[in-house]
C-alpha cells in the first residue's frame, strides 16, 4: 500500500497532493508521517502468523478453526497465541474455516440408568475421561463410499484410547460382520504389546452382540460396556472420529478403487495420531500426548 503511494506521489505536484489531502480531511504533514512510516514489530509478527495458518489452511481445505490453530501456531512456530487474536487475525484477512460447528442443545434429556452402559453415571452424563492410558477403549464402525457415483462401499471398524483419543486398530471390510469387530479387537491388543483395556464400550450392533465377539473379550478379561438403543451420544467419542475422518478428509478426496479408498483411511488414521492437535490433548497429538502418558507412569 505505501509502495504504490509512494509511486503514485513521484507522478503528482505537491500542489496536487494538497488538494488531495484537503479532499481527504488530513493534513499534508499527516498524509507524509503515514507515507514514511515502518510497520512496527507486532504488525511483522502478525503478518508472519497470518501467512503461516492460511498456508496450513490451505494445505488443509480450510478445516481448521481458531482453537486448533492456536495449537498449532503455539507448538509449531516461534509465536504464542490466544484464541482471541487468532479470532482478531482471521476476521481482519477473511480467513474462514470450511467446517462449521454444529450447535447443541445444552439442555440434555434425562434418562434411565442402564446398568449395561459402563461409561454412565448416575447423573446421566458419560464419564469419558479416564486417567491413564489402556483403561477405556471405545470402538464402532463407519461406511465410506468409492468408485464412480460412490457404488463401491466399505465398513471402517476402528477402536480408540478414551484417554489420549489415538485410534489403537482399524480394520476394513465390505461389510460389518462380527468377524471385522473382532479381528480389530485382536489387533488392538497385537498394536497395543498385549496391554489390555479395563472396559470396551460399543453400540448395540448385531456384530457387537454377537457370540463370536463377546467371546473373544471374555477370554481377555475384558468387560463390556455397550450403548442405549437409539442413543449415539453414549459413544460420542467414536462418533466424533468419524465426523473428523469424513468432513476434515474424505469430503476433499474422490477415492475411485477400493485400494485407493484403503490407502487414504491408512493415510487419515496416520494423520490423525500424528499430525492432527487437539485443544483437549493441551494441543498435543494423540501419539504425543500417549507418549507424555508413558513417560509419567515410568
Not at 480408540?160 to 489415538?166: E, F, P, V
Not at 472420529?241 to 478403487?257: I, N, Q, V
Request: with cysteine.
Amino acid at each position: 500500500m505505501q509502495a504504490l503511494a509512494k509511486e503514485a506521489l513521484a507522478q503528482h505536484e505537491p500542489t496536487e497532493i494538497g488538494l488531495m489531502c484537503k479532499y481527504l480531511g488530513v493534513s499534508r504533514a499527516a498524509y507524509y508521517k503515514w507515507l514514511n512510516r515502518r510497520p512496527s514489530q507486532r504488525e511483522i509478527e502478525d503478518q508472519a502468523i497470518v501467512d503461516y495458518i492460511r498456508k496450513l489452511e490451505e494445505a488443509h481445505h480450510y478445516i481448521f478453526g481458531v482453537k486448533r490453530l492456536v495449537a498449532y501456531v503455539n507448538k509449531e512456530t516461534d509465536f504464542h497465541v490466544s484464541h482471541g487474536k487468532i479470532r482478531r487475525l482471521m476476521k481482519k484477512h477473511h480467513i474462514v474455516a470450511s467446517i462449521l460447528v454444529a450447535k447443541h442443545d445444552r439442555k440434555a434429556e434425562h434418562k434411565e440408568f442402564i446398568l449395561g452402559n459402563k461409561l454412565l453415571m448416575a447423573n446421566t452424563k458419560h464419564d469419558f475421561h479416564p486417567d491413564q492410558p489402556n483403561q477405556v477403549w471405545v470402538t464402532d464402525c463407519s461406511e465410506l463410499r468409492y468408485g464412480i457415483k460412490n457404488i463401491g462401499k466399505i465398513r471402517v471398524s476402528a477402536i480408540k484410547d478414551l484417554y489420549d483419543h489415538s485410534v489403537i486398530s482399524w480394520r476394513i471390510e465390505q461389510t460389518e460382520t462380527s468377524t471385522l469387530v473382532t479381528d480389530t479387537f485382536h489387533a488392538a491388543l497385537k498394536a497395543n504389546n498385549g496391554v489390555k483395556p479395563a472396559i470396551i464400550h460399543s453400540d448395540q450392533g448385531s456384530s457387537y452382540t454377537s457370540g463370536q465377539y463377546n467371546t473373544a473379550l471374555a477370554g481377555s478379561g475384558v468387560t463390556h460396556s455397550m450403548s442405549r438403543p437409539g442413543t449415539p451420544g453414549d459413544n460420542s467419542p467414536m462418533e466424533s472420529l468419524w465426523s473428523h475422518m469424513k468432513t476434515e478428509y474424505f469430503d476433499f478426496e474422490r477415492p475411485l478403487s477400493l485400494k485407493e479408498i484403503t490407502d487414504l483411511v491408512a493415510d487419515f488414521m496416520d494423520w490423525y495420531n500424528n499430525s492432527r492437535r487437539q485443544t483437549t490433548l493441551n494441543g498435543m497429538t494423540p501419539v504425543e500426548y500417549r507418549n507424555h502418558a508413558v513417560k509419567k507412569i515410568a
